[in-house]
């Protein structure tokens, strides 16, 4: 699959195939017959590849792969080699099916605390730097395509716009996929990170999985707290980290400690033998 950006339209698709593929030449005669149904109403281009290297970053376990980019969305389709499941799926699908969501939107959008009237949701945490992340964004879209009407699907990103979500859900690595249904959460972790596996767990086998109550909000004190105690953690830990690398501090401290105790202590001493003598003046007006 190749992007071709002076190719001036709205949309364009693309498929990955591979030579001496039976399933690649229904797609690939599907598609030609399709041609112009899509420039029509789609306003979309076709162009095939072979042994493209991009069939790993939108495709990673399924080829060929059939992708269809909007906005530079890319969008993979889940079906069978059939002319009216696919242009069905494309038409139904001109516009992007998966939610960008932010750590100020996210429970207003979502209510995921309550479980309120905006349905469930299944929201992948992602990172920018994430290479397994990038890669499961068209499989993502398709997940968010096929369950479009049924289940709201959104991603966030877990390292800037939604840092304090993942705080909150407690997101240790990523990619991480996190379903919400009626105020309970349920954590993907299943090995396969395909569209059905994904879909079959948001419609049904999220059951089989542990639910975990959604926390709520942190509070502003609550935040302020935490921060105080991560930053004495980084302090501390950053002060223990100098002093192995540059143990000469610590011991000129030490030094340094000792020297003034040492010169406190003369100098008590010398203070209480420099102290005068009070002379008993009321005795010596009595012998008088």
């Known amino acids: 699959m190749e992007h071709i950006n002076d190719i001036h339209c709205y949309q364009s698709k693309y498929t990955d195939s591979k030579p001496e593929c039976d ?7 599907n598609l030609e017959s399709l041609q112009e149904d899509f420039k029509k109403h789609l306003h979309a281009v076709t162009a095939k590849t072979v042994n493209s290297h991009l069939s790993r970053l939108y495709s990673p376990t399924k080829e060929p792969a059939l992708v269809f980019f909007r906005h530079g ?55 920018a730097s994430c290479v397994e992340c990038q890669r499961l964004h068209a499989v993502w879209e398709g997940v968010g395509a096929t369950l479009r009407g049924r289940i709201n699907v959104a991603r ?25 249904r ?11 990170s395909d ?34 105690v991560v930053t004495i953690k980084e302090i501390v830990a950053y002060t223990l980290h100098i002093l192995a690398e540059y143990p000469w ?16 202590l003369i100098a008590l001493v010398k203070a209480g033998k420099s102290k005068p003598k009070v002379k008993n003046t009321k005795k010596e007006k009595k012998s008088k």
């Open 249 to 264: 501090i610590w011991q000129i401290g030490v030094a340094g400690f000792g020297l003034v105790a040492l010169t406190a």
């Open 73 to 127: 969305v890319p969008l993979l389709f889940n079906g069978e080699p059939d002319e009216n499941e696919i242009y069905g799926f494309f038409e139904k699908n001109q516009s992007p099916a998966v939610k960008e969501l932010t750590d100020k939107i996210f429970e207003h959008i979502t209510q995921a605390a309550t479980g309120a009237t905006t349905g469930d949701w299944f929201v992948m945490f992602y990172g």
């Open 195 to 228: 569209i059905k596996s994904f879909v079959t767990f948001a419609q049904d086998w999220y059951k089989n999985s542990r639910s975990e109550t959604v926390p709520l909000l942190a509070s502003p004190f609550d935040e302020l707290v935490d921060w105080s």
């Open 156 to 180: 966030i990103d877990a390292n800037l716009a939604g840092v304090v979500t993942a705080k909150r859900f407690q997101i240790i690595k990523l990619p991480s996929f996190l379903f919400f």
């Open 182 to 192: 009626l105020g309970k959460v349920y954590r993907y972790e299943l090995p396969k």
């Open 23 to 29: 399933i690649c030449n229904k797609f690939e005669h």
